[in-house]
């Protein structure tokens, strides 16, 4: 069965410092699809970024970055000279077949990580 | 401007009363999803559609009712067999599956009177 664990429940950090959001997933497919969501306080959820299993190549966007392992099953997030407007809830989830066919995904999400940027 | 549009914001229930969320999206997606969201317990899948006149269980659908008549929409009933009703509801669609990325709506929270 898959699962999303995301351990840090809540993270502070001051203005200006870098911070990591660890998901550790479980699959038993070799096909899978890996999200990272932000949900502000205003409460919708924003898509960050998607990643397929086949695509190790770690990602960067402006202060955002991505470390993709298959070897150690982690997809983690860090954020880079964070901000208070980073200030939100963020969601691992992971996506794999339902079906052999490959037409009905499952999408499970990991429980979420409190983050808080302080001025 | 194309989004997910969900009312209420705030709705309240008295016992024994079965209460509809509206989700209607201008995107021209075919998947839809409502999912829970519990304080600290991330999302949970209650139905999703992926065709007109179509839709499936998730892992919580007992106790809620849908429908997706229309394209655009589609509606949550929670119903009176659900006896733990408090929570934020998120509705949510993509193009075709849930591999893909999923557009969100901001969520109407129900409380219980």
Redesign the interface.
């Known amino acids: 069965a898959q699962k999303v664990t995301q351990a840090q429940t809540e993270i502070s950090v001051v203005e200006k410092e870098d911070v990591t959001l660890d998901c550790v997933y479980e699959t038993r497919d070799t096909t899978y699809y890996l999200f990272w969501y932000k949900q502000p306080p205003s409460g919708e959820l924003v898509f960050l970024i998607r990643r397929n299993s086949f695509d190790e190549q770690n990602e960067i966007s402006g202060r955002y970055s991505w470390n993709f392992q298959k070897s150690t099953s982690s997809f983690n997030f860090t954020i880079t000279a964070s901000q208070v407007v980073d200030s939100a809830v963020y969601f691992c989830a992971l996506s794999e077949a339902h079906n052999s066919g490959g037409s009905n995904y499952k999408l499970t999400f990991g429980k979420g990580t409190l983050l808080t940027v302080n001025p | 401007d194309g989004g997910i549009t969900q009312s209420p914001k705030y709705l309240f229930r008295k016992e024994g009363q079965n209460v509809t969320l509206s989700c209607e999206q201008n995107l021209n997606h075919d998947a839809m999803y409502w999912?829970r969201q519990d304080p600290?317990?991330?999302?949970?899948?209650i139905y999703y559609s992926?065709i007109v006149n179509d839709f499936q269980k998730g892992d919580i659908a007992e106790g809620y009712s849908v429908s997706r008549e229309k394209k655009e929409s589609f509606p949550l009933t929670v119903t009176s067999a659900q006896k733990n009703p408090t929570a934020?509801y998120?509705c949510?669609s993509s193009m075709y599956?849930?591999?893909?990325?999923?557009?969100?709506?901001?969520?109407t929270q129900l409380s219980v009177l």
Do not use: I, T
């Open positions: 999912y600290g317990q991330g999302l949970r899948l992926q934020f998120l949510a599956r849930s591999n893909e990325k999923l557009f969100f709506g901001s969520g």
